[in-house]
C-alpha cells in the first residue's frame, strides 16, 4: 500500500520539488485519479443495474419490482460499490496525512449510513406503494405505519453517525446517552407521538379510512380522506381546497363520517316545510269530492269517507258542525298524499324508514317533515331528488287550501 500511495512521489522528487511539496502533489494527483475512477465505477454499475432490474421488471407480473425501480432503490444500491471503493481508497491516497486520513475516513462511514438510510427509506416507500395497490389495505393508514419504521432508522442512523464523529463507545451508550435527554426528546416529538398514537387508535377502530367521506367543523373540513399519515389527515373538500387536519385531532375531537350513509342501501332525506295554521280546517263533502280527483288519493277518500260516514252514523253524532264526530282535515290528506306519493317514486327505498310527519307547532307555523331515504347517494343526484320532491309537495300545498309560512315582505302589505 505504500508503495503505491507514493507512486508519483518520487516523481515529484527526480523534478527537484521539496518533500513536503512532493507529498501534497502525489496526494492530490491520487485524489483526483480516484475520484475519477470512483465516478466511472459509480456510472457503469448504476447503468448496468439499472438496465438489469428494467428487464427484470419487464418480465415479471408483479407490480412490486416496477415500484423499486420508481423508488429508485436499484439507483441507491448502485451507489454501493462506489462508496467502498472510496472507504479503500483511503489509506492509499492519504498515507501521509494522518489527520485527513482520519477526517476522511469518517467522512466516508457517515455517507455509508447517510446511503444505508436512503436504501431503507426506498424500501420503505416502495412498501407503503405496494400495499396500497392491495384491496383489503388500500383505505388503511399505511403512511403512518412507515413513517413510524422511518423515524427508527434515523434515530439509528443518527446514534451510529455519532458514535463515528465521537470515535469510542457503543451505539448502546450513544442511545443511553439519549436518555439523558428524554425530556426534551419527548418535547421535540411531541406531535409525532401523539400522531403515532392516534393513528394506532384510529386503525385497530376503524374510525377514519382513505376514500372516507368525513366532516370536521372545527378545521372547516367536509370532503374525502386522501391521506393520512403520521402528524396529519389530508382532506379534499367539495371546492377541491386541502384541509390538513392533526392526527391527533381524530381521537381527541368530535367529527361526522358518512361512511355508513355510504354502505347503507340510501340516503336519509329529512327536511319539512312550515304550513299556517290559519290554513288547516276540516274537509267537508264537497272538499273531499274535489280532492278525489287527485289520483294517488282518491281510494284512500273513498275508504276513509265510508268508514267515517257509518261511524257518524252508528252513533247518531249531529253533523250540523263539522267538529262533531270523525273528520278528515286538509292537512291530514295532504299527509297522505306525501306518503304515497313517496311510497310510487321511483328514487325513493321503500325498504327503508319512510314517513310524513307533524312536527310540534311552532310560532311560525306547523312544521310537516318528510323523512325518507334517496336510492342514489351520490350528492348531485341526491339534491336534485330532494329538490324535486320538494318542488311538487311545495306546489300541491294550495290544492289542499294549505298555507305555508313566510315572513312578511313589503309585497305583504301591498
Not at 441507491?76 to 494522518?98: E, G, Q, R, W
Not at 389495505?137 to 423515524?151: A, E, G, N, W
Not at 276513509?304 to 258542525?321: A, E, R, Y
Request: proline content about 2%.
Amino acid at each position: 500500500m505504500t508503495q503505491y500511495g507514493h507512486f508519483f512521489y518520487d516523481y515529484f522528487r527526480d523534478l527537484g520539488l521539496t518533500r513536503l511539496s512532493a507529498k501534497y502533489l502525489n496526494m492530490l494527483v491520487l485524489l483526483i485519479l480516484t475520484i475519477v475512477v470512483i465516478l466511472i465505477v459509480d456510472l457503469v454499475v448504476r447503468k448496468v443495474l439499472r438496465l438489469i432490474s428494467a428487464r427484470i421488471a419487464a418480465k415479471t407480473k408483479s407490480n412490486f419490482d416496477d415500484l423499486l425501480i420508481s423508488n429508485r432503490v436499484p439507483r441507491n444500491v448502485a451507489h454501493i460499490p462506489a462508496l467502498y471503493l472510496a472507504i479503500t481508497s483511503i489509506p492509499l491516497v492519504f498515507n501521509d496525512f494522518k489527520n485527513l486520513h482520519l477526517f476522511f475516513e469518517k467522512t466516508m462511514e457517515i455517507a455509508g449510513i447517510i446511503l444505508g438510510l436512503w436504501i431503507v427509506r426506498s424500501l420503505l416507500n416502495t412498501i407503503k406503494n405496494y400495499f396500497k395497490t392491495l384491496p383489503r389495505l388500500k383505505d388503511k393508514p399505511i403512511d403512518s405505519y412507515i413513517q413510524v419504521f422511518m423515524i427508527f432508522a434515523w434515530v439509528l442512523g443518527a446514534g451510529l453517525a455519532l458514535t463515528v464523529i465521537i470515535g469510542k463507545g457503543s451505539l448502546w451508550q450513544v442511545l443511553t446517552g439519549f436518555g439523558a435527554a428524554s425530556a426534551v426528546i419527548l418535547l421535540i416529538f411531541k406531535d409525532t407521538i401523539l400522531g403515532f398514537v392516534a393513528s394506532m387508535q384510529v386503525s385497530i377502530n376503524d374510525m377514519v379510512r382513505i376514500g372516507d367521506w368525513i366532516t370536521f367543523e372545527k378545521f372547516g373540513a367536509d370532503g374525502d380522506v386522501t391521506e393520512i399519515n403520521l402528524a396529519t389527515v389530508k382532506v379534499q373538500n367539495w371546492d377541491n381546497t386541502i384541509t390538513t387536519i392533526p392526527t391527533y385531532a381524530l381521537i381527541s375531537d368530535s367529527f361526522k363520517n358518512w361512511r355508513g350513509m355510504t354502505n347503507s342501501d340510501g340516503r336519509r332525506i329529512k327536511r319539512h316545510m312550515l304550513i299556517k295554521q290559519t290554513s288547516i280546517k276540516y274537509l267537508n263533502d264537497d272538499d273531499i269530492e274535489r280532492l278525489k280527483q287527485i289520483e294517488i288519493i282518491s281510494v284512500y277518500l273513498n275508504t276513509m269517507q265510508d268508514k267515517i260516514n257509518n261511524f257518524n252514523t252508528s252513533h247518531g253524532v249531529d253533523k250540523s258542525l263539522l267538529i262533531n264526530g270523525r273528520n278528515l282535515t286538509n292537512v291530514g290528506v295532504f299527509r297522505k298524499f306525501i306518503q304515497t306519493y313517496l311510497e310510487q317514486h321511483s328514487a325513493i327505498n321503500n325498504d327503508m324508514l319512510l314517513m310524513a310527519r307533524q312536527l310540534q307547532p311552532t310560532s311560525q307555523g306547523v312544521p310537516l317533515e318528510i323523512y325518507c331515504f334517496s336510492k342514489d347517494k351520490r350528492w348531485e343526484n341526491y339534491e336534485y331528488v330532494m329538490s324535486d320532491l320538494f318542488d311538487h309537495f311545495l306546489a300541491a300545498a294550495p290544492y289542499f287550501d294549505l298555507e305555508l309560512f313566510e315572513l312578511p315582505s313589503s309585497s305583504t302589505f301591498e
